[in-house]
């Protein structure tokens, strides 16, 4: 089913990782209503026969997070669908985990992830427990919009129905000490900061290390629904105050989530925030020496290539994605790769949700410093020498109007032999356009779908090289 041309102004859109929207602006009541309900009619259409499908509800540490969720239980009671509401903010990954471990058929998530103060949002998980895939998404766009041309939906009246609550983080702390070597961390006696950002995190990681005696420095776990006048986002900038604490605290390296805790942040011991690119290939290289999973690994399109040479360093290959966690989660869920990543601080490990999990990330590259002694840069320049070359992954938000919105839509089409200066090697358009380059280099031009934004992503093999290489994209992009 798809939408017509009619149904245009319908305020509900899905993105890469759910539906956003300015609060009181565009994520409203009326528009959740309209948004669950669509959620709804899809259930009901694809349920069997003979089965009241269960949909899990949960919410994060933002404004009305809980009137929101409230209001789903109602709309999910009001078409006959059994809602199961968490009873306190929940991590996206503990969510995804109770679908999979209760096979529940789906989850309705009231969060922004990393997004500013600002915003809110929904996330829509499958019975899979990984998000839902286009095809979902599109459905759910089309009946919201066939309600919008129709009115909207009505204020829902209180169910009388009692709701039943759940708490998910016993069943999922139980799950990542299956995951986790925590004899290894506590072995090693190492002190770690922990930084929850005011959002879903807390209460969580912090107490998994301390509940296995390893030496926990916290902030930033109490809700705030500002988060500090910024955002939750695990960005070099808001993890500002990690960093001081990590050098107060002499920790041996910083461990954040973001408002969901489905992404991860890390600070070395030196106070240095580290790229989760860098992140992502060197926690590959450690599950495949200290699990002896040999096998590929997975990354987005616009993910760092080291990721590539790790993998080529275990005589392995890697998947490349569309960007959005839910193609990475399709890999997982068919066992074809040790990890999967994305540059955007998403990960996921074999056996593990096809979703993105911030506090395992956090945990795994806790315990791979705990056993391998060194710190994260020491790490990576190791991986470096590994794999006989450095990489320096670099991401530029550039603002267009919309000439220049038009012209890199053109551009992006080009096929030349040569570009800026270089000898174009191959174009990929798996998502965007990622001119390869004979030297080694490459960069991605993707604009976004909600913004007048081009996202230009570079790699080269030094961080000089790659400021070149981003302003001479950027001169192209915006001058011609």
Do not use: F, M, W, Y
């Given at each position: 089913m798809s939408a017509s041309p009619s149904f245009a102004a319908s305020p509900i859109k899905f993105g890469t990782s759910g539906w956003r929207g300015l609060i009181a602006d565009d994520f409203t009541f009326a528009n959740v209503r309209l948004a669950v309900t669509a959620i709804a009619e899809h259930v009901n259409t694809n349920r069997a026969k003979?089965?009241?499908p269960t949909i899990l509800v949960g919410y994060d540490t933002r404004f009305y997070s809980e009137e929101f969720s409230a209001l789903a239980v109602a709309i999910l009671q009001q078409h006959g669908i059994r809602p199961l509401l968490c009873d306190t903010f929940t991590p996206t990954p503990a969510i995804a985990y109770?679908?999979?471990?209760a096979k529940l058929d789906g989850a309705i998530n009231f969060t922004a992830s990393h997004n500013p103060k600002q915003y809110h949002g929904l996330k829509l998980s499958t019975s899979d427990a990984g998000p839902a895939l286009p095809e979902i998404t599109k459905d759910v766009e089309a009946r919201a919009a066939k309600l919008f041309a129709a009115g909207g939906v009505p204020p829902v009246k209180g169910s009388t129905a009692p709701?039943?609550?759940t708490n998910l983080r016993e069943n999922y702390l139980k799950r990542l000490q299956q995951l986790v070597r925590f004899d290894v961390l506590a072995k090693a006696k190492t002190r770690f900061a922990v930084d929850a950002l005011h959002g879903c995190g807390a209460g969580y990681l912090n107490k998994v290390l301390?509940?296995?005696?390893?030496?926990v420095e916290t902030i930033r776990a109490d809700r705030d629904v500002l988060f500090d006048g910024t955002g939750p986002d695990v960005?070099?900038?808001?993890?500002?105050?990690?960093r001081n604490i990590v050098l107060s605290s002499k920790s041996i390296a910083g461990l954040a989530t973001d408002g969901d805790a489905d992404r991860f942040g890390i600070v070395d011991s030196d106070g240095a925030w580290v790229q989760p690119n860098l992140i992502l290939a060197l926690v590959y290289d450690y599950l495949v020496e200290s699990r002896g999973w040999n096998m590929p690994a997975a990354r987005s399109v616009a993910t760092s290539e080291l990721v590539d040479a790790a993998a080529k360093s275990h005589g392995q290959t890697t998947y490349q994605t569309?960007?959005?966690f839910k193609y990475i989660g399709q890999l997982i869920r068919e066992d074809k790769i040790a990890l999967g990543g994305e540059e955007s601080a998403g990960l996921t490990i074999r056996g593990h949700v096809p979703e993105?999990?911030?506090?395992?990330?956090?945990?795994?590259v806790a315990e791979m410093i705990a056993a391998r002694g060194a710190s994260i840069s020491e790490q990576v320049q190791q991986l470096f020498k590994k794999v006989g070359r450095s990489f320096a992954p670099v991401r530029e938000n550039l603002h267009l109007n919309d000439e220049q919105k038009a012209s890199a839509i053109q551009k992006s089409k080009t096929d030349a032999t040569t570009l800026i200066g270089r000898k174009v090697k191959s174009v990929d358009r798996t998502d965007g356009a990622k001119f390869a380059f004979d030297d080694g280099s490459w960069m991605l031009l993707r604009l976004s779908g909600t913004e007048p934004l081009l996202r230009l992503y570079v790699e080269a093999e030094t961080p000089a090289a790659s400021a070149k290489l981003v302003r001479e994209a950027t001169d192209w992009i915006l001058k011609g």
């Open positions: 003979t089965a009241k109770e679908i999979q471990r709701v039943e609550k301390a509940d296995h005696g390893v030496p960005s070099e900038e808001n993890l500002a105050p990690l569309p960007v959005g993105k999990d911030g506090i395992l990330a956090c945990l795994l």
